[in-house]
């Protein structure tokens, strides 16, 4: 477009978008009127005729018009349909102010667009006003949740607590899980088990009163006898028969001999368990755990049938078994245990956190 691009700027409490004083007529009916200054959202005509302001005037504030716009371009003209309402009337500078009405979606984007060209300095030609008409450059707006209108007090907190109750519901599974975690990486940590326990008490060893064949009596490990009952009898090479008694009410752990087999003067052929002294946990650890522990810690025991943990500590640990890679640890309960549970299997759990696990004197064997 031939000539300066002059832009006038004014407070925002004047105008709302910047004006524009570039040549464009404006055709209603059969008169072109030239405008001294637009924006995309209206247009100042200078109306040619002095009857502006009086009786006889053809136009009045308010009025709705339609007329062309008219942009002459150097090897091209455009015309834009537009209808007018009538805004303002300044009959000294024979002024008058309309605003677009009814702007269509590709009118709005055409005036965007002449505006734009010129304050960027643009180069504007007939293949950019189709490219601008033809594209859609309105955008939908966002949406946005529905407010639930009329909704009553009582569904409005109903709605609150479903919302509470589902945030509570995830912390508390995060909670689960970050306990499960941690519960998890302790156990690994600080928590050591026993590979195998029992309940063990005084053990007594029989031995054989002269030489000759074994005979067992029918008993097998665990069983209970009292003190005088028969445990085994002796042939000796005189064909006498020898009775051995059980020296105490005890509990049968093993033959150390097979029946019939010969054997010497004091030589072991049964091991017994007393069942009236203390009895205390015998327990396997591997080698690799056995070194966190020590004389005086705190176990836990767990016996067949008990609802409730047991107490000891640590009263001895031994080689224990070396071909298996595994510490004896001998445990002293805090409490009495029944005589029946001798010879029982027992879980027995050490904490190794020192801060939590008991560490008080070792007992004295």
Known sequence: MSGSTQIVHEAETQRQHVRLQLPIEVEIGDTVYNADDWSHSGIALHWPDDSLGSGNSTVSIGQHLQGTLRFPFPE??????????V???????????????????RQTSLLQYLVSAYISGEV???????????????????????????????????????????????????????GYVITGIYERSYVTRASSASVMTESITVEAPVAGKLFY??????????????????ET??????????????????????????????????KMLSVDAEPYITAYVPFDKAVSLARGQEALLSFHGYDRYVKGRISSIDAGNEAKNLTLVIIEPDESLPKS?????????????????????????
């Open 76 to 85: 091209f003209g455009l015309t834009v349909p537009i209808d007018l309402e």
């Open 87 to 105: 805004r303002n009337i300044n009959a000294d500078n024979r002024r008058v102010g309309c605003r677009f009405t009814n702007l269509g979606e």
């Open 124 to 178: 504007v030609s007939a293949g950019d006003f189709i490219d601008v008409v033809g594209r859609n450059n309105q955008t939908t707006a966002r949406s946005l949740p529905k407010r639930d209108e009329g909704e009553s007090a009582f569904e409005q907190t109903k709605r609150k607590l479903r919302r509470v109750i589902g945030l509570g519901a995830t912390l508390m599974v995060f909670l689960l899980l970050l």
């Open 217 to 234: 009596q029918p008993l097998k490990p665990g069983t209970k006898v009292k003190t005088g009952d028969p445990l085994l009898m002796v």
């Open 237 to 270: 090479d005189k064909g006498n028969m020898v009775s051995v008694d059980s020296p105490c009410n005890c509990i049968v752990r093993e033959r150390l001999e097979d029946n019939y087999a010969r054997t010497s003067t004091a030589k072991p052929a049964i």
């Open 341 to 365: 549970l001798i010879g029982e299997p027992v879980e027995v759990t050490f904490d190794t956190f020192r801060l939590f696990a008991g560490s008080g004197d070792a007992p004295t064997q």
